[in-house]
């Protein structure tokens, strides 16, 4: 904050020359100003500083005048106008310097002094000199680093051991070990290589049966049936789903201090392990998460029609969310890097959030290219999406303007033949219904309407809103002098009404307003519009005298379908598939009003927040029932911005219906209540009072506006208000046509081929584009220029028209090599333990670099020719001689490359977390094999408090695979994570492996363990087998071996031990659960070699 | 199912494995994952791995959980009691954006300051106990915070980012120094029954691994999860122990040193059944040092604390190198979180951990562990010089006391002041890396040189900040 401020304030104040030299002056420097400048300000603001300070130096004059990160520190002549002055006088709370003490008194007046006097200063003598910092140079930066290079599709080299490679990867592979004068370590025997295969694939131990055919018949063909299989079981899907869900923080609540729930979040886990079940090719797979919301022709779930590519973008939002903020903006930055941290990480293998303060210290990315991307999620915000039934909609929605397009002029044609009887002969009834009479007498006018009119003429006489009160007011003999100038007056007032507002949006005139929406519920609607409704009985509710942005009641029957989570925050509606949003802007003032017709709700979604929970934010939130048209007020002062060129927040609006008719008219910033621009006279009326005020007059004005309104309230606003006028008065006008009710009952149709219901996602949603400021040092408070939003520019830039175009570039392996590299080093990653580059999230320049480039190379531009197909890749490399090695050194590989970065050997493993617990349910029987579905809450151990503890969960997790386990952040499975399960805050491409005491804790006394030994002793015993057999099967089970004669010897005696220790029979099952419960604790049992 | 057949080179030690790391970590580090106990001799320590000489060994840390209030407390502000009852922009002049945005007028502090000890020394009647100890404290009144709420306060306070998943200072420390006892972690959280807010990842190992992430003990049995054997008889568990180790034995040969790590922890787990419980047992301890501590005391929170202060000594003695202590949860009294009540809020939480911490100094004194133990008072950050509603304070992290204790450091001394409102630290203004950058270097770590490689950067739990304070140091 205090750097920041200096920045600012250095940023309005202008250099001015240098002054000339001043022998008195530059004494007076050496003696007051140098030393103090030396003692106390070059710590931090001199080219000998440890750290360089807010960019700003003050060892030489041409640097103070120069400045920091926005301009100069002193002004000679004007301390008042010197940043430094005032930093240094301590009076400026938010900008004290030194920061750890002010300056004695006399030192601060010294300083003051030197400034007046110009602050002179020797001549070419920079009190310090140093070596200059290199600049940042993006393209030689690009140039220098392998990763930023074009991929090379070499053809595979040439190798002695003809005999060895099984895939063009091996020769790559073996050329290099070749060269450094190594011999690949021989295979790994059969049930070695089998479960390997089986932990790498499912995540789960080989069935036993699966090993003996194996191992009697360890041929290609065989090898080749079990890895398809494999490949094409369900197990791999969950497997590598989970490998993804590390990439992208998952989890299913925000963290922080309530841990709030992220709402359905699962379905973007079943997403992935369909995804990776159907084997989307990667590129397909990445543009979905990038875009998927905006795909032209999105991937369908064939039998429901529910979207899966708009599934996909719910990563984005799977982050930390706070609940109350005190500063939002600071808060909405940390989001945002966060997400630009997982999506360099996941997608690109760059660390671009270290560019959010500065220029990449290591990487061709600089700080624009930071702010650039962070446009895209400025441009866009979280929703709940209808992923069930938003196609459907949306094809109902372009069914709609079909039939509007179709029907809707004819249909408004017979609404207004429909009035044409009583409209005609307007002055008639008006006289009629004035006269001493109130018959219908010889003018051929309908008794029933008349008899209307009657009525309406005697309340009109009490409502200035009505078109005939001025008619009204007159045959009762009023003042209509007076009348018209109250009148006048009230059109005089609704002029001045936004005098000292500023509009922000206006959807009441024809011109464009940026706007968009969830769901098809909104129609922007121009003035002369017709706005439908569904009662047959009123089919056509109003004509629009204004434009507005209108809620289409027909859609108001959309629903949640059962179960669904919504957002815990003071906003009590749902908003899923029935909210308009306006664009982003700059809050300038202390208010935002929405002048609205109808009930509904507006949320202000301040920089991005939208977890409002707790004391601060509750202002962003509104709900009304009134009806009529209204200016809703919501009171921001609590995001005030210092300067208002130099907004600190910005927002948007959104808007969701809660009555039949809602409709948004305009959106206005104010400091205080703006009047109503639409309280006006009729003007044509008004025009009669203010030249010949007589009821004939009026009655002849009246018959005129009234019997052309229909035709002419396209083009003008007094025509539409009676158009208007007309249709919300049938028992004036005579009912219906069937013609409007026909329109409507068609209309209904088509929403009612809907299904009402539908499940709801965590998206993104797509807003009017807005940029983001570049922020100096990241600071919220020091914005800078808008940078519009783009890709990063080592691979080109550009763009900048979405993010599906951003999703278009990086799938394009010659703009963006980096993705397909990334990618199938991950896979490489899973299969072989470590990447071919080791930092799997890091390919920049402190990542490691790869011993086997040209490999990595030749798997990228594979990848490429597969498809993107990761299923495929996977059986490439399973099957090659390079994945089959067995683990253990050659001598001389220990000697020369010891930590195996040529992969001379394989290195054995622990498994996942989730193998561990898994295989303990695979083993034991007890593991329930259903896929997809809600969370299974985990069994929290009294070790685990806190606020917002879920409930607990059953001990063995319901059987279901860890997968299925709930991801709260604040409460992760405590067995899990003491296997290295990854905190859920970034990328995580490579996770610990972590080797502690707390695992074999869990192992001899975990509950869970235990109950699952006991699950399985169950099942063994109901098997009625010999002994020796039963050791045996458990020793297949566990190790994918059979168990040796001396192993079944000491088992046995154990059994006897145990049974003599608790004094039972040797085959009772609480004996086998002791050395069923030994063998989850042998650390055979989660090594894989 | 050994096939350690002479064909395969012996498997690598546990030191030539680290060696040749070449994403490595320090050598600091390094003398931890081997887990050797270190030695007493200073120079001896530097030698092994150590940046410098160490001031102390050991940390305990008083987490004062909802933020205390330093004008109530250590802050001595008499032009509080001069204006209150003001408007504080009247008098004050700009306030700053609070977590309620609530406020009221300026509040004098709700209980009479004394000066105390030889030092002098300025301590409210709220800590009594402690006031009697004000000879062995420095006082820090100078510490900022750049954050306004629990969450993201409590995560920089104990990780030095607002965020989630980033290591802890005891995952820093014990990652660092080891454990000087094999058979305990090295990083304990003594759980009082506040777990702070934003939960345990407070106490993490973030992308250290998982073995640095602080074990958190409550005061029953077990003290720690997974502790407690379920096996009927000892005798039972032990024969089966034996039978997993012959299997383990068998296979071993062939395995790697990831496997032999696990072999050895298996039977480290075996011991921290043992010590951990013997560690937590108080039943030894002799009267005279229950009383001092409270044990008795009728307060059930106060008796609580003590418990788990006489733990942490006790934890302190077999080597632990990091205890952090969460403060019991009182009824009425949301923490030190006193947005309105602050009268009885803070007098109860006071009462709870007063005696009880003027015990602990007492205690670690007279058995000569202060000097290498360093005892660190600190919440996320203060409160408010004016008051929230009529009788709270509300979030200030502009500028508030904390205080430290042996392993190095002055006693009897403050550094730093707020300005004459308590509000913001105007002379000596310590950042919270400062006050990591110090704790650190107290340890005979060099804040700058922990580090760990992560995301592209060397991380450190200073960030890119911190500077020692020297001026603390004895």
Not at chain 1, 473 to 480: E, H, I, K, M, P
Request: proline share 7%; aromatic share 8%; charged share 25%.
């Amino acid at each position: 904050m205090r750097t920041s401020l200096l920045l600012i304030l250095c940023g309005f104040v202008g250099a001015e020359a240098a002054p000339q030299e001043d022998p008195a002056g530059v004494e007076f420097f050496e003696k007051k100003i140098r030393p103090v400048l030396v003692d106390r300000c070059f710590s931090c603001h001199s080219s000998t500083a440890a750290k360089l300070k807010g960019g700003l130096k003050l060892d030489s004059l041409e640097s103070a005048l120069k400045g920091g990160d926005t301009g100069p520190a002193i002004v000679p002549g004007h301390p008042e106008k010197s940043p430094l002055v005032d930093a240094v006088s301590y009076k400026n709370i938010d900008l004290r310097m030194p920061p750890k003490g002010k300056l004695p008194a006399e030192q601060i007046a010294d300083l003051t002094e030197w400034v007046k006097r110009g602050a002179p200063w020797p001549k070419d003598k920079s009190t310090a000199g140093g070596p200059k910092k290199e600049d940042f140079n993006l393209a030689k930066r690009k140039a220098e680093h392998w990763a930023w290079a074009p991929l090379r599709a070499d053809a595979p080299p040439a190798v002695k051991n003809e005999s060895w490679p099984k895939q063009p990867l091996d020769r790559f592979l073996l050329a290099k070990l070749e060269a450094n004068g190594l011999e690949p370590a021989p295979p790994a025997d059969p049930r070695t290589l089998l479960r390997r295969i089986a932990f790498d694939l499912t995540g789960l131990p080989p069935p036993p049966e699966v090993v003996e055919k194996f191992a009697a018949d360890p041929s290609e063909a065989a090898l080749n049936s079990l890895v398809d299989g494999w490949l094409a079981s369900p197990q791999f899907a969950e497997t590598w789903a989970r490998h993804w869900l590390d990439l992208v923080r998952y989890a299913e609540s925000r963290g922080h201090e309530y841990d709030y729930l992220l709402p359905n979040a699962w379905h973007y886990r079943d997403y992935v392990i369909r995804a990776i079940d159907q084997d989307l090719p990667y590129p397909k797979f990445l543009t979905e998460h990038v875009a998927g919301d905006l795909l032209p022709e999105p991937r369908l779930e064939p039998k429901s029609g529910a979207n899966e590519s708009v599934l996909a973008t719910g990563w984005w939002y799977l982050g930390e969310w706070l609940h109350s903020p005190v500063d939002t903006r600071v808060e909405e930055l940390d989001r945002v890097s966060n997400q630009i941290e997982v999506f360099g990480k996941t997608f690109l293998g760059l660390t671009i959030s270290c560019a959010r303060c500065h220029d990449h210290k290591f990487d061709a990315i600089s700080q624009k290219d930071f702010y650039a991307l962070a446009g895209f999620l400025k441009s866009s915000n979280y929703r709940q999406v209808r992923f069930d039934t938003i196609e459907k909609e949306r094809q109902a929605a372009r069914d709609l303007e079909r039939l509007r397009d179709e029907r809707e002029r004819a249909v408004i044609q017979a609404v207004a033949a429909a009035a044409r009887p009583v409209v005609s002969k307007l002055a008639a009834y008006l006289e009629a219904a004035a006269g001493p009479e109130k018959d219908a007498g010889g003018r051929q006018l309908d008794p029933e309407r008349l008899a209307a009119w009657i009525a309406h003429l005697r309340k009109a006489a009490d409502d200035p809103q009505d078109p005939i009160h001025a008619y009204a007011v007159a045959v009762r003999g009023g003042n209509l002098a007076a009348l018209a100038a109250k009148e006048r007056a009230r059109q005089a007032a609704a002029a001045k009404a936004l005098e000292n507002a500023e509009v922000l949006f206006d959807f009441t005139k024809p011109e464009p307003v940026e706007w968009t929406q969830d769901g098809v519920t909104f129609r922007r609607l121009v003035a002369g519009d017709a706005g439908w409704g569904t009662d047959p009985r009123r089919p056509l509710q109003e004509i629009l005298p204004w434009g507005a942005l209108r809620a289409d009641p027909a859609w108001q029957s959309l629903r949640l379908a059962p179960k669904t989570q919504t957002d815990s925050s003071h906003r009590s509606w749902v908003d899923s598939g029935r909210m308009a949003r306006t664009a982003t802007f700059a809050l300038r003032r202390t208010s935002l009003y929405s002048l609205v017709r109808g009930a509904g709700h507006a949320f202000i979604e301040v920089d991005s927040h939208r977890q409002v929970n707790g004391p601060l934010h509750a202002s962003t939130v509104i709900s009304w029932k009134e009806e009529g048209r209204r200016w809703v007020a919501q009171n921001l002062r609590h995001y005030p911005s210092p300067d208002p060129e130099r907004p600190l927040h910005r927002l948007h609006v959104e808007y969701t219906p809660a009555s039949p008719d809602f409709q948004v008219l305009m959106v206005v910033q104010a400091d205080a209540p703006p009047g109503d621009p639409f309280d006006l006279p009729y003007r044509p009326i008004l025009d009669v009072l203010e030249t010949s005020p007589a009821p004939r007059a009026l009655t002849e004005a009246i018959q005129k506006i009234f019997g052309d309104a229909f035709e002419r309230m396209a083009t003008d606003t007094e025509a539409a208000r009676i158009a208007d006028w007309i249709v919300r008065h049938p028992e004036l006008f005579g009912p219906v046509p069937p013609e409007a009710s026909d329109y409507v009952a068609a209309r209904a149709k088509i929403v009612s081929s809907v299904p009402a219901e539908s499940r709801t996602s965590p998206a993104i949603l797509a807003g009017p584009a807005a940029d983001e400021y570049l922020l100096i040092r990241g600071n919220t408070a020091a914005p800078k220029e808008a940078v519009p939003k783009r890709f990063l520019e080592a691979f080109g830039g550009g763009g900048g028209g979405g993010r599906l175009e951003l999703a278009r570039q990086m799938t394009d392996p010659r703009v963006t090599p980096l993705v397909p590299r990334v990618a199938v080093n991950r896979i490489w990653h899973h299969l072989f333990g470590r990447g071919l580059v080791p930092t799997v999230d890091d390919f920049g320049r402190m990542g490691l670099r790869t011993a086997h480039a040209e490999l990595l190379d030749h798997l990228a531009v594979r990848f490429g020719e597969l498809g993107g197909s990761t299923k495929k890749m996977v059986r490439e490399i399973v099957l090659s001689s390079a994945y089959r090695m067995s683990d253990g050194p050659s001598a001389r590989a220990l000697e020369i490359d010891a930590a195996n970065t040529l992969l001379q050997h394989r290195t054995p493993r622990r498994i996942s977390a989730e193998a561990v617990r898994d295989a303990m349910l695979a083993v034991s029987g007890r593991l329930d094999p259903a896929m997809y579905g809600p969370p299974v809450p985990i069994h929290l151990d009294g070790f685990q408090d806190g606020r917002g503890r879920p409930a607990d969960g059953p001990v063995d997790g319901a059987g279901r695979r860890s997968i299925y386990l709930s991801v709260r952040r604040n409460f992760l499975s405590s067995m899990l994570l003491a296997f290295d399960f990854p905190q859920p805050f970034t990328a995580i491409g490579r996770r610990s492996m972590s080797n502690v005491p707390a695992q074999s804790l869990i192992l001899r006394n975990n509950p869970f363990v235990h109950d699952q030994a006991a699950f399985w002793a169950k099942r063994l015993v109901a098997e009625n087998r010999p002994v020796e057999e039963r050791i045996d099967a458990m020793f297949r089970a566990a190790f994918g071996r059979p168990a040796a004669a001396d192993e079944v010897a000491a088992a046995k005696q154990l059994l006897q031990d145990v049974a003599t220790m608790k004094a039972l029979e040797a085959g009772h099952v609480d004996v086998w659960k002791e050395l069923a419960h030994t063998i989850f604790q042998a650390k055979e049992f989660i090594f894989v070699r | 199912m050994s096939h350690s057949c002479g064909r395969y080179a012996r498997p690598l030690t546990r030191r030539e494995m680290l060696q040749r790391c070449a994403n490595g970590f320090g050598a600091v580090a390094l003398s931890s994952l081997f887990g050797e106990a270190f030695a007493q001799d200073k120079a001896d320590l530097v030698r092994r791995g150590l940046h410098h000489a160490p001031r102390a060994r050991n940390v305990i840390f008083l987490y004062m959980d909802g933020a205390p209030s330093q004008i109530d407390t250590f802050d001595y502000k008499p032009m509080l009691e001069k204006h209150h009852g003001k408007d504080p922009k009247d008098v004050i002049g700009r306030v700053e954006k609070t977590q309620f945005d609530n406020n009221g007028k300026v509040m004098r502090p709700l209980w009479p300051f004394k000066r105390r000890g030889e030092s002098g020394l300025w301590v409210s009647d709220l800590f009594p106990h402690i006031g009697g100890c004000i000879d062995d404290l420095c006082v820090v009144r100078s510490l900022t915070s750049n954050f306004s709420e629990h969450t993201s306060a409590n995560y920089f306070l104990h990780t030095g980012t607002p965020m989630q998943g980033r290591p802890s200072m005891g995952a820093w420390v014990s990652y660092g120094l080891g454990s000087d006892n094999q058979n305990l972690p090295g990083f304990i959280v003594l759980n009082g029954g506040l777990i702070p807010v934003g939960g345990l990842d407070n106490f993490n190992s973030g992308f250290l691994p998982a073995s640095y992430q602080g074990s958190v003990f409550r005061p029953a049995d077990p003290p720690v999860a997974n502790l407690k054997r379920l096996e009927k008889t000892q005798e039972l568990q032990q024969r089966k122990a034996g039978f997993v180790k012959a299997l383990d034995a068998k296979v071993r040969a062939g395995y790697d040193e990831q496997f032999e790590s696990a072999v050895r922890n298996y039977e480290l787990s075996e011991n921290m059944e043992a010590v951990a419980p013997e560690t937590m047992d108080l039943s030894k301890e002799s009267e005279e040092t229950k009383k001092l501590y409270g044990l008795d005391h009728p307060f059930p929170q106060t008796a609580l604390y003590a418990r788990q202060c006489l733990s942490a000594r006790r934890m302190v003695e077999r080597g632990v190198r990091f205890v952090e202590l969460t403060c019991p949860q009182i009824s009425g009294a949301d923490r030190w979180d006193q947005h309105s009540g602050m009268k009885k809020g803070h007098e109860d939480n006071a009462r709870a951990v007063d005696q009880p911490i003027a015990a602990l100094l007492k205690d670690l004194k007279q058995r000569g562990l202060l000097d290498h133990t360093l005892v660190l008072w600190a919440g996320e950050f203060g409160r408010t010089p004016f008051a929230q509603g009529s009788d709270g304070r509300d979030h200030n992290p502009y500028g508030f006391t904390v205080w430290m204790a042996g392993g190095g450091v002055k006693g009897g001394f403050a550094y730093g002041e707020t300005d004459e409102w308590g509000y913001k630290a105007v002379q000596g203004k310590l950042e919270m890396h400062d006050l990591h950058a110090t704790i650190l270097h107290l340890l005979g770590v060099d804040h700058k040189k922990l580090t760990v490689r992560f995301g592209g950067r060397d991380m450190r739990l200073t960030d890119v900040h911190g500077e020692v304070v020297r001026e603390l140091f004895a």
